[in-house]
């Protein structure tokens, strides 16, 4: 195994902050045997997300997003809770988020969205069976969540034209045609 292989050794770990984000600072040998200080977003043990596909439309959630300051399309997602699988995290969060009880989840892709400051992953599924509960449940007054059901020709145009922000929602997307579960994203014309 060459240097640039090696593994960085863990030799100390602390939290420095705890709020909606938990980072921690680890303090780590690098493969020259020098050490550093690095901090890490451990907010969760894994995010979840659901991309659900109804004919020749894709349920999408509207929020508000604080640290961009603007609106955007995304999918109900969240973070886990004590001892879920990501699996449960994704149907609680589809129903608190758009109302939708998903009949059936398929394992869709994990990724991990900032690799280098977050140790968490983000599993991705996909369902294009599901029903509509109706009222979505939140109880945090921060999240201002509206479910959207978008043509899905209107979604590839706006991820086409950069007008979808969210790398979930464009990875899900294009997981999803890599599969066959839905048609290849067409090119802007």
Request: no cysteine; glycine share 6%.
């Amino acid at each position: 195994m060459s240097q640039e292989e090696t593994k960085w050794e863990t030799v100390d770990r602390r939290q420095i902050h705890q709020g909606r984000v938990v980072l921690f600072e680890h303090t780590v040998t690098l493969p020259d045997g020098s050490q550093t200080h690095y901090e890490v977003d451990e907010s969760v043990p894994f995010a979840a997300a659901v991309l659900v596909v109804n004919g020749d439309h894709v349920l999408v959630t509207r929020q508000y997003r604080y640290p961009i300051d603007r609106w955007i399309f995304d999918l109900p997602a969240g973070g886990a809770e004590d001892g879920e699988e990501p699996i449960d995290t994704a149907r609680r969060e589809l129903e608190e988020e758009a109302g939708i009880v998903p009949t059936s989840l398929m394992s869709l892709h994990t990724f991990f969205l900032n690799p280098g400051r977050a140790s968490w992953p983000v599993h991705l599924f996909f369902s294009s069976e599901a029903t509509i509960k109706g009222t979505a449940a939140r109880d945090d007054p921060a999240e201002q969540v509206s479910a959207v059901w978008l043509r899905v020709e209107e979604l590839d145009s706006m991820i086409t034209k950069g007008e979808i922000v969210d790398p979930t929602l464009i990875i899900a997307r294009t997981m999803a045609a890599s599969r066959g579960l839905m048609s290849p994203l067409k090119p802007l014309v």
